[in-house]
């Protein structure tokens, strides 16, 4: 079956410093692949997508290519803000399980 | 587009009793998910739904849980009798109909419940 790998936190970093959390997936065939964030008191809410191989999905400065060679999906930021921190998901498989995530916290 | 409508958006109640979450989909989507949060377990999936037909409810803690979806725009999930551990927040979401593995999830803002 299809499963996902995220990287656990916290993570704690200065601001505009650069931005990695891993995640891996396995599968069968090629799904897509979602990052979401979750701001304090509020739900999750879709970052980005990529829907095949190659795909690279960005939005608020956040990016995350689909490799199939490495069978990653990780999400990077050049230069993170306080207001970046939140916690994000890295949903897992054909049944949408999301874990604890990774909470990231940016200080000035 | 108002989003998923969940309410209360807090309860707090007393052990023993009857608690009813709801939610109300966006409209048009197909799918909708009930998810639980707590900080050791994390987000969980414990039901969702298709064309208001239970699907998958194999993440229902135990039968103190019930899930329903008596049309396409609105569903509840009841705990009866509550029980301290059943603190935590709960979230609905729902999902276009292209099949919610490839359709990203909309969330509300969450049910955050108190058992005392």
């Known amino acids: 079956g299809n499963s996902v790998t995220q990287m656990e936190g916290p993570v704690t970093l200065s601001e505009e410093a650069f931005l990695t959390i891993n995640c891996t997936y396995t599968?069968?065939?090629?799904?897509?692949l979602f990052w979401y964030v979750q701001y304090p008191g509020e739900g999750l809410q879709l970052l980005l997508k990529a829907t095949k191989a190659d795909d690279k999905g960005s939005n608020k400065g956040f990016e995350a290519t689909y490799r199939k060679e490495t069978t990653s999906f990780h999400l990077e930021k050049g230069s993170v803000q306080v207001s970046d921190s939140a916690v994000y998901f890295c949903p897992r498989g054909n049944k949408l399980t999301f874990g604890t995530g990774t909470q990231l916290k940016v200080e000035l | 587009d108002a989003g998923v409508i969940q309410s209360p958006r807090h309860e707090v109640t007393e052990m023993g009793q009857e608690v009813t979450l709801r939610c109300k989909p966006i409209s048009g989507h197909d799918y909708l998910f009930w998810y639980r949060q707590t900080m050791m377990r994390g987000l969980e999936l414990l039901i969702y739904?298709?064309?208001?037909?239970?699907?998958?409810d194999s993440g229902m803690p135990e039968d103190r849980f019930s899930a329903k979806m008596p049309n396409a725009s609105f569903s509840t999930l009841k705990i009866q009798p509550s029980e301290p551990r059943d603190s935590a927040v709960y979230f609905c979401?729902?999902?276009?109909?292209?099949?919610?593995?490839?359709?990203?999830?909309?969330f509300g803002n969450g049910t955050r419940l108190t058992v005392t």
């Open positions: 979401a729902s999902s276009e109909d292209r099949g919610y593995y490839n359709s990203p999830l909309h």
């Open positions: 599968a069968t065939g090629y799904p897509s």
């Open positions: 739904f298709n064309n208001n037909v239970p699907i998958d």
